[in-house]
């Protein structure tokens, strides 16, 4: 298998109360709603929205979509790691749609005063004056602004294709980080029905320019521009796993010694590394032969997998899944291979084997450990 991470080229936030406001290097991507009686922005009293855009290279797409021609099993998903949050209900609904206009992240931040009018903003599309987002009008298939009877001031805030959508709802327990399977999208873009212009994420129709100072929403994560490890990545996941144990005896025995080969310890952040994984009973049986037994590998069951571990957060980069992290096999042994692109530099990581033997799932963790340095 294969998880293949793709990092934002440009992102910014577009804020309905500063309609010309960029805030393309701003650490933070916020879709928040807010209303606040007697504020004085440009817009007055009216309620106000954010909305926030992210786009990826779309050379970096055709390159990870290559290895899926053919490939039954894959998928690709925008993940965003949430900074803030308040006033979360029980029913806040996200969306994320791709965007039908292309746009200019620009150089602005947050309120800078004066203020930064150099990129995509709630109206402009590449600087203040230049480009309007569309807003009446649409073309087929493609929607924007609503509500403008509610706040007249608020057409803007970007285009994006109505098809494909995108939704998480939050309970008041839930995960904030967000994780949207956007595969129909991308085979929009790699199929050439719609142009890569990225994704606008939102809160959804009824939630946004609500009249209501008890109803306000903030959600805030982090930008391409985040000091923390925590940027926002397109993520393919596919099967490419192949199980053929050849001569090899499967592993049915436990306790059992799993050791990891290949792993020379530091990598780049651009390299590719098939890890080998050598297995055998930690006690096997005696048998006359005239090398040592220890030096019998064995394959571990077809239901085998690896996860990777941030050695400081000790939070899962790639967690095990029963597709998308499988472990292989030939006739040396098994194996899996990892892209080191979707790993920070200068952090240490740990591998993490699972597999079932007897019946018992067992979680291997031998501080199998390696660090992604800088070329």
Known sequence: MAVYKIFPSQDATLYSAYPAMNTGIDEILEASTNFKTGVTETNGEYPQASRFLV???????????????????WTANLKL??????????????????????WNMGTGRYLNNPETQNGVSWVWRSYSGSNAWTTT???AGQTGSYNLTT???????????TGSQATKIFSYYSDLDLSFNVKSIVEKWTGSAWANYGFIVRQTESQEFVNSINEQVTLKYFSRDTHTIYP???????????YNTGSLTVL????????????????????????????RPTYPPKVWQTSSIYMTNYALPAESYYAIKDLDTNEMVIDFDTTYTKLSCDVSGSYFKLYMN?????????ILIQTTIQGSTIVFDDNYSFKIVNP
Do not use: H, M
């Not at 949430?82 to 206009?101: M, R, Y």
């Not at 706040?151 to 294709?161: D, E, F, K, M």
């Open 55 to 73: 786009q990826f290279d779309s050379d970096e797409i055709t390159y990870v979509s290559a290895s899926l021609i053919g490939t039954a099993s």
């Open 151 to 161: 706040n007249p001031n608020s057409a803007g805030g970007g285009v994006w294709w």
């Open 342 to 350: 979707g790993l920070e530099p200068e952090r240490y990581y740990t």
């Open 137 to 139: 009008g649409f073309s």
């Open 232 to 242: 926002p990545c397109l993520e393919f996941k596919w099967d490419d796993s192949v």
């Open 81 to 102: 790691f949430v900074a803030d949050d308040t006033g979360l209900s029980g029913t806040t609904a996200v969306a994320a749609n791709a965007v039908a206009q292309p």
């Open 252 to 279: 049915t025995t436990n306790p059992a010694t799993i050791l990891l080969a290949q792993n020379p310890g530091v990598f780049y952040d651009q390299s590719v590394n098939i890890f080998r994984v050598n297995a």
